[in-house]
C-alpha cells in the first residue's frame, strides 16, 4: 500500500524530514508517536502534497504510484485522505454541498457515477447517524463556528462518506473528550479490511486503545527511532521520549 | 481681510526671503485656494467658509508670558510662543537645533495647506537622533496667546537614525484667536523608533490643522497617539508612508468635543513595501453640536505584499445636536493581505449606564467612566507614564468643563 | 505551484471566456439620426405619441442635462464620450405587437436562445416577462392574469398612453431629472423600460421579469423603469442583462425609480451580464445607472439584490430613502471584476424618519487588471431616532495586478441612530484551497467553491430562478441545492 524509502524534506530551508522509512502493508494500520517538533505533521502533510514543503530525497509509492508527483486532489482520487489537526474553516460554504462536490470529483476520477443530492444525503445522513453526529452538522458551512470536537468529528464524517485507501489521522484525537474519541475511533474501525490502511499520528497512548494499532513507530528529529508492536506505545506512555533520539 | 488681501501677503512674505522656492510654493497655494468641500479629502471641512470670519494676517512678535502652558515636569523641553522659538524658555539636548526655515520651502499641490506652510514658515526645530541612541523624552511646547488673528506656520524636522528612538511629547495651548498651521516632517531610519504622543489643546477661539508627514524605513516604529480637544476647527492630517518592510505603525487619535467645536482627523496610511502591519484606532466623543470628521484611508501598493491593515474609528455621540462623519478608506492593489477597517456610531449604551447606576455611582460619574472607558483603546500606545498623565489631566478638564 | 495563475484561468472562464450571449440579431430597426438635440427629444416623444407634459419634462430635462457636467469622482477611467455620436433612438421597424402572436418570431427566437421563452406555455411556472430589446418593450407575458389581480405589468410606453395620471404622478418623483448627468440624459431620451403598479393590499403572484437586451450598434441604451407598490402590496421584480460581443463600447443609461407606501415591499434584483469587453479591455458596456427607491410609507421595505459579473464600466448606486417611519432599506451585492473591467458600485441609505433601518451587504470580486470598488453613503438625519444601519464589505482579490477598494461614507446627525460597518479584503486562502483539494476538488472547481461560499450572504437574497442563473455565473455547482 504505502512505500516511504529515505524521505527527506524540509520548511523555508529547515530540514525537518532527515530520512523517514516505513512501510505500511494493506490493511494495516499504523501508529506514529514522537515529540512535538518531530516532524510528524510535516509527514502527513508532504504525503497529501501541501505547498510550502520541499522534498529533498526519497521516494513515496502509493500502491505502487509515485505519490510525490501528483497533485492534492488526484492523491485524494487515488484514496489518500488527510484528517487535518486543524481542519479550516470555510465560510458560506455549505457542509453537504462540500462533501458532495469532494465525493463526486473523487468518484469522477476513479470512473464512478457521480451521486445525485438525493442518493448523497441519504448516504450522509445515514454516515452521520453511525458516527452519532447531529443531524444538523451538514447544513451548517464546512467547519465554522463548529466546536474543536465537532471539527474533529467532521473529518471523520467526511473519511467515511470519501472511504480512502489509506487515511492520514493526524493528531486527530487532540482535544476531544472520552465520549468524541470513541467516535472517532469507531469511525476508524468501521472502515479497517484488508483494503484499508491509515496511519495514526499521536502524541498519546489513549486513542490507541480504541485504535489498536498492528505496528507502532516513534519518530524523533525527523527519523523513525524506533518501531514495535501495540506494546511500545504503553512503554512511551510510562517512560516517555527521554532518550530515543539517541537510539 | 479679504482672502485676496491675505493671498497677496502671503505672496510678500513668500518672497521676501531669498528662496525661490518659498514663491513657487505661494504660487501652488494661491492656484489651490484654501480647501474646501469640492476637494475630496477636505469632504467634511470646508476651512475656507471656517476662515470667513477670520481676518488672518502674518505674525508680528510680541512674546506673551505663557508660562501656565508649560507642563512643570517637562525636561529637555522645546518652548515655542506665538509660533517662534523662544530660546530662554527652552532647555534644549544637544540633538536638537532651530531649523533653518529656508531650507523647509517644499511645496505640494495635493496639500494645499503644506504649500502655504512652506511659503510663509518662519520658524521650527530640527531634531536629529543619531542612530543607535536612545535619546530619551523631549518635550516639544506651543504656547500662543495673541489677539491679533495671526497665522502661525511653524515647521519641524524630526530624524531619528537606524536603530534610534526617541519619546517626543507634544503639547500645544493657546489663547485668543489665531490659526495654527504646523508642518512635521518625520524620517524613521532603518529599525527607528518613534513615540510620538500629541495633546492639541488649543485656545477654544483658534484654529488648527496640523499636517504630519512620516516615513519609515525598513523595521521602523512609530508610535502616534493624538488628542485634540481644543480649537474652534482642528484638523489633524497624518499621511504615513511605509517605504521599507516590516516595518511597523500605531496611529491612534482621540477627539473630544463640544459646544461648535469641529474637529477633522484625516489619516493616509501607505503600505509601500512588503510585510508591513498598521494598526489604527480612533475616538471621537462628541458632545453639545459638535462636529467630528474622521476620514482613514489605508492604501497598498501592488509590491506591499503580506500587509497587516487594521482600522477602527469608534464615534460616541452624547448629545442631539452632535454629528459625526467617517469615510474609512481601503485602496488596495496587493492580493496577498490582509486589511480591514470597522466604523461604530452610537449614544451611550443605556444598559451600561443602568447597570453602573444601579451599584450607586452617580450618573455624571457613570457617564465619565464609561467614556473614559471608551477611550482606552486608543490610549494603548501611550506607554510613557508622564504622557499619559499629560492626557489622563486633558480628559479631566474636559469632564471639568461640564459638557456633560 | 502556480496557484494564483491557475485561479486567474478558472476567473477567466467565469467571465471571459463564458460570454455565450454575444450574439448578434438581424433586426430591421429604425434609427433616429445620430446626436442629441432638442429635435431629437422632440421625434423621441413624438414617435410614441407621447401627452405634451411629457415633452415639456423631456424638455426641461435635456435643457438641465446641458448646463450639467459628467461626474468624475467616480474610480473609472474612460475615453471622452462623444454624446453627438450615438443614436438616441432605435426600435424594431415592426409595428408594436398587439398580443404575443404578432411578436417577431426572430426575436422571440432570440429571447429562446437567451433561455428567456416568451412563450407563456414554455415560460417559467410563476415568471410574467417584459422583454425590452433595445430599450423597446418588445413582449409582456402574462398580463392578462396579472390584470385579473389588478396589477399592471408592461411597457412605460403604453402606461404613458393608459395610465397617464400613474405616471405622471410618480414619474421623476425619485429620481428628479436634474439629480445626476445621466439621469438628466435619461429623462431626456427614455425610450422603453418596464412600469409595475401593484393596487393596495396585492401580493403580486408571480415574480415579475424584464430582459433587457441591448443589440443595435452605436446606440445609447436609456430604459426607465417605474414600480409602484400600493399600501400593503408587495412585488418581486427581476432583472436580467445581455447584449452582443462588439468592439466599441456602448452607453447604458438607465433609471429605475421605486414606490413603497405604507407597508408596503418592493424586492429588486438584478443579474447584470453585460458584455463586459474582451481580455485586453476593448469593447463592453458602460453601464452609468441611477437606482433609487423611495420607501414613503410606515412600515415599508426596499431590498436591492444585485449580481455584477458584466460591463467595461459599472457606476451604479441603487439607493433607498427611508421616509416612512420604521421602513427599511437592503442592498445585497456582489460585483465581480476581471480583465480591463472597472466597477465603481454600492449604494446610499438615507435615514429620514425614526426607527428605520437598513443592511449592506457587498462583496467585491477582483481579478486580471480591473478594479472594483465598493462606495456606498450611510446618512442618518436628525429626525431619525432609533435608526440602525449595518454594513459588511468584503472584497477578494484574484492576482496582484488588479485593484479592491472600499470608499463608506458615514454621516450621524442622531444620538439614538446605531450605525455599525465592517470592511475586509483579502485573497483566498491556501489553507482553504489545499484542504478542498485534499479531499479530491481541483484548483478551479476549489476556487469556484470558495467564491461561491463569499457571496452566499448576496446569492441567498436572490429568488430562485435567478440564483441559478447567478450561481451559474460564478462557477458554482450545487451551492444552496442541500440542506
Redesign the interface.
Given at each position: 500500500m504505502l512505500e516511504i524509502k529515505g524521505l527527506t524534506a524540509k520548511i523555508d530551508d529547515k530540514e525537518i524530514l532527515r530520512g523517514i522509512d516505513l512501510t505500511v502493508p494493506d490493511g494495516e494500520v499504523h501508529a506514529i508517536m514522537g515529540p512535538n517538533g518531530a516532524g510528524k505533521s510535516t509527514l502527513s502533510y508532504v504525503l497529501?502534497?501541501?505547498?510550502g514543503y520541499e522534498v529533498t530525497g526519497g521516494s513515496v509509492l502509493f500502491n505502487g504510484r509515485d505519490l510525490l508527483a501528483i497533485?492534492?486532489?488526484e492523491?485524494?482520487?487515488a484514496g489518500v485522505?488527510?484528517a487535518?489537526q486543524y481542519?479550516?474553516?470555510?465560510?458560506?460554504?455549505?457542509?453537504?454541498?462540500?462533501?458532495?462536490?469532494?465525493?463526486n470529483?473523487?468518484r469522477r476520477?476513479r470512473g464512478e457515477p457521480e451521486l445525485d443530492?438525493v442518493a448523497?444525503?441519504k448516504e450522509a445522513r445515514s454516515a452521520i447517524k453511525a458516527l452519532k453526529m447531529p443531524d444538523d452538522m451538514?447544513?451548517r458551512?464546512v467547519n465554522v463556528g463548529f466546536s474543536g470536537g465537532e471539527k474533529k468529528r467532521n473529518e471523520i464524517l467526511?473519511m467515511a462518506l470519501?472511504k480512502p485507501a489509506l487515511a492520514l489521522l493526524d493528531e486527530t484525537d487532540s482535544g476531544l473528550d472520552i465520549d468524541a474519541l470513541k467516535i472517532v475511533a469507531d469511525g476508524v474501525n468501521a472502515l479497517r479490511g484488508p483494503r484499508f490502511s491509515a496511519l495514526v499520528i499521536t502524541h498519546y497512548q489513549r486513542l490507541l486503545d480504541h485504535i489498536v494499532p498492528d505496528r507502532v513507530h516513534v519518530l524523533a528529529s525527523g527519523r523513525i527511532v524506533r518501531s514495535g508492536g501495540p506494546e511500545l506505545a504503553l512503554e512511551l506512555e510510562a517512560n516517555g521520549y527521554a532518550g530515543l533520539e539517541a537510539a | 481681510m479679504s482672502e485676496t488681501a491675505f493671498l497677496d501677503r502671503v505672496d510678500f512674505a513668500a518672497r521676501t526671503g531669498e528662496d525661490p522656492n518659498r514663491g513657487r510654493a505661494a504660487e501652488v497655494f494661491r492656484a489651490h485656494g484654501w480647501p474646501t468641500r469640492a476637494d475630496e479629502a477636505w469632504h467634511y471641512t470646508d476651512l475656507r467658509a471656517s476662515l470667513r470670519s477670520f481676518d488672518l494676517t502674518l505674525p508680528t512678535h510680541d512674546a506673551p508670558d505663557i508660562g501656565g502652558m508649560i507642563p512643570r515636569t517637562a525636561t529637555p523641553k522645546v518652548i515655542f510662543v506665538n509660533g517662534r522659538f523662544d530660546e530662554s524658555l527652552s532647555a534644549l539636548p544637544h540633538f536638537v537645533r532651530r531649523f533653518d526655515h529656508r531650507a523647509a520651502a517644499r511645496a505640494d499641490r495635493a496639500l494645499p495647506l503644506v504649500s502655504l506652510n512652506a511659503a510663509v514658515a518662519n520658524d521650527g526645530i530640527q531634531i536629529d537622533v543619531s542612530g543607535g541612541t536612545d535619546a530619551g523624552t523631549l518635550f516639544l511646547i506651543s504656547g500662543t496667546d495673541t489677539p491679533s488673528q495671526d497665522m502661525l506656520a511653524p515647521f519641524h524636522r524630526i530624524a531619528v537614525g537606524a536603530g534610534g528612538s526617541l519619546t517626543l511629547i507634544e503639547v500645544i495651548r493657546g489663547a485668543g484667536r489665531y490659526m495654527h498651521n504646523v508642518v512635521v516632517e518625520i524620517a524613521l531610519a532603518e529599525g527607528a523608533v518613534l513615540r510620538h504622543y500629541r495633546l492639541q489643546d488649543e485656545s477654544i477661539d483658534a484654529v488648527n490643522v496640523t499636517t504630519a508627514l512620516v516615513d519609515l524605513r525598513e523595521g521602523a516604529r512609530y508610535e502616534a497617539f493624538t488628542l485634540n480637544c481644543g480649537a474652534k476647527l482642528s484638523r489633524y492630517e497624518a499621511h504615513v508612508t511605509l517605504s521599507g518592510p516590516n516595518a511597523d505603525v500605531h496611529l491612534n487619535a482621540a477627539q473630544l468635543l463640544a459646544g461648535t467645536q469641529h474637529g477633522d482627523i484625516t489619516t493616509v496610511v501607505a503600505h509601500r513595501a512588503p510585510h508591513c502591519a498598521s494598526r489604527q484606532t480612533v475616538k471621537s466623543v462628541l458632545a453639545g453640536s459638535a462636529r467630528g470628521v474622521f476620514q482613514g484611508r489605508i492604501e497598498v501598493a501592488q509590491q506591499a505584499q503580506k500587509t497587516d491593515g487594521y482600522q477602527m474609528n469608534q464615534a460616541l455621540l452624547l448629545s442631539p445636536d452632535a454629528e459625526i462623519d467617517t469615510k474609512p478608506e481601503l485602496e488596495i492593489f496587493a492580493d496577498d493581505v490582509k486589511c480591514s477597517h470597522g466604523a461604530t456610531i452610537g449614544a451611550i449604551d443605556p444598559e451600561q449606564m443602568f447597570y453602573l447606576r444601579s451599584r450607586g455611582i452617580p450618573e455624571a460619574d457613570a457617564r465619565a467612566m464609561l467614556i473614559r472607558a471608551f477611550l482606552d483603546e486608543a490610549l494603548e500606545p501611550v506607554t510613557d507614564e508622564e504622557a499619559r498623565s499629560i492626557f489622563e489631566a486633558a480628559i479631566d478638564v474636559w469632564w471639568q468643563k461640564g459638557v456633560l | 505551484m502556480p496557484a494564483v495563475t491557475e485561479t486567474i484561468e478558472t476567473i477567466d472562464r467565469l467571465t471571459d471566456g463564458g460570454y455565450k450571449y454575444g450574439f448578434e440579431t438581424n433586426i430591421e430597426m429604425e434609427f433616429a439620426p445620430k446626436g442629441l438635440s432638442e429635435d431629437i427629444v422632440r421625434l423621441i416623444s413624438a414617435k410614441k405619441d407621447e401627452p405634451e407634459w411629457l415633452l415639456e419634462w423631456r424638455l426641461k430635462s435635456y435643457r438641465a442635462w446641458l448646463t450639467m457636467q459628467e461626474p468624475n469622482w467616480a474610480r473609472v477611467r474612460h475615453p471622452r464620450i462623444d454624446y453627438q455620436d450615438l443614436y438616441y433612438y432605435a426600435a424594431p421597424k415592426r409595428e408594436a405587437p398587439k398580443s404575443l402572436a404578432d411578436v417577431d418570431p426572430e426575436l422571440i427566437s432570440m429571447y429562446d436562445k437567451l433561455g428567456i421563452p416568451l412563450n407563456e406555455r414554455a415560460a417559467l411556472a410563476g415568471v410574467a416577462v417584459d422583454a425590452v430589446f433595445d430599450s423597446v418593450s418588445v413582449a409582456t407575458t402574462f398580463r392578462e392574469s396579472l390584470a385579473k389581480v389588478g396589477v399592471i405589468f408592461g411597457s412605460i410606453s403604453e402606461a404613458v398612453r393608459e395610465h397617464p395620471e400613474l405616471v405622471r404622478k410618480y414619474l421623476g418623483s425619485v429620481v428628479s431629472p436634474g439629480d445626476n448627468y445621466f439621469s438628466a440624459l435619461n429623462s431626456a431620451v427614455f425610450s422603453d423600460g418596464s412600469f409595475v403598479y401593484i393596487p393596495r393590499g396585492v401580493r403580486c403572484p408571480m415574480e415579475l421579469s424584464t430582459y433587457f437586451r441591448i443589440n443595435a450598434r452605436n446606440t445609447g441604451q436609456f430604459e426607465r423603469t417605474l414600480i409602484i407598490a400600493e399600501e400593503g402590496a408587495s412585488v418581486s421584480y427581476l432583472e436580467g442583462c445581455t447584449a452582443p460581443m462588439r468592439d466599441e463600447n456602448q452607453l447604458h443609461a438607465a433609471v429605475v425609480e421605486l414606490v413603497a407606501l405604507d407597508e408596503a415591499s418592493i424586492k429588486y434584483s438584478t443579474v447584470q451580464n453585460w458584455y463586459p469587453g474582451d481580455a485586453q479591455g476593448r469593447g463592453g458596456i458602460y453601464n452609468f445607472v441611477t437606482k433609487r427607491g423611495a420607501c414613503r410609507g410606515r412600515k415599508s421595505k426596499i431590498s436591492w439584490t444585485q449580481v455584477e459579473t458584466g460591463s467595461a464600466i459599472t457606476w451604479k448606486y441603487p439607493s433607498c430613502i427611508l421616509q416612512g417611519e420604521g421602513s427599511s432599506g437592503e442592498f445585497y451585492s456582489v460585483a465581480l471584476t476581471n480583465n480591463y473591467q472597472q466597477a465603481d458600485t454600492g449604494t446610499k441609505m438615507i435615514h429620514l424618519a425614526p426607527n428605520t433601518t437598513s443592511t449592506i451587504i457587498s462583496k467585491g470580486i477582483s481579478a486580471g487588471h480591473s478594479n472594483n470598488t465598493y462606495r456606498g453613503l450611510v446618512r442618518i438625519m436628525p429626525k431619525a431616532h432609533g435608526a440602525r444601519n449595518f454594513t459588511q464589505c468584503d472584497s477578494l482579490l484574484i492576482g496582484d495586478q488588479c485593484g479592491a477598494h472600499t470608499v463608506p461614507y458615514i454621516e450621524s446627525r442622531n444620538q439614538s441612530a446605531k450605525v455599525e460597518h465592517e470592511a475586509t479584503t483579502s485573497k483566498i486562502a491556501d489553507d482553504q484551497l489545499f484542504y478542498c483539494r485534499s479531499r479530491g476538488l481541483s484548483e478551479e472547481d476549489a476556487v469556484g467553491l470558495l467564491v461561491n461560499g463569499f457571496c452566499r450572504d448576496v446569492l441567498k437574497e436572490l429568488p430562485m430562478e435567478f440564483a441559478v442563473e447567478a450561481q451559474k455565473l460564478l462557477a458554482v455547482s450545487l451551492e444552496g441545492s442541500v440542506g
Open positions: 497529501s502534497g501541501r505547498e497533485e492534492p486532489e492523491r485524494a482520487a485522505f488527510l487535518f481542519p479550516v474553516e470555510l465560510p458560506g460554504v455549505g457542509n453537504a454541498n462540500f462533501i458532495r462536490t469532494a465525493l470529483a473523487v476520477a443530492a448523497f444525503l451538514l447544513k458551512n467526511q470519501l | - | -
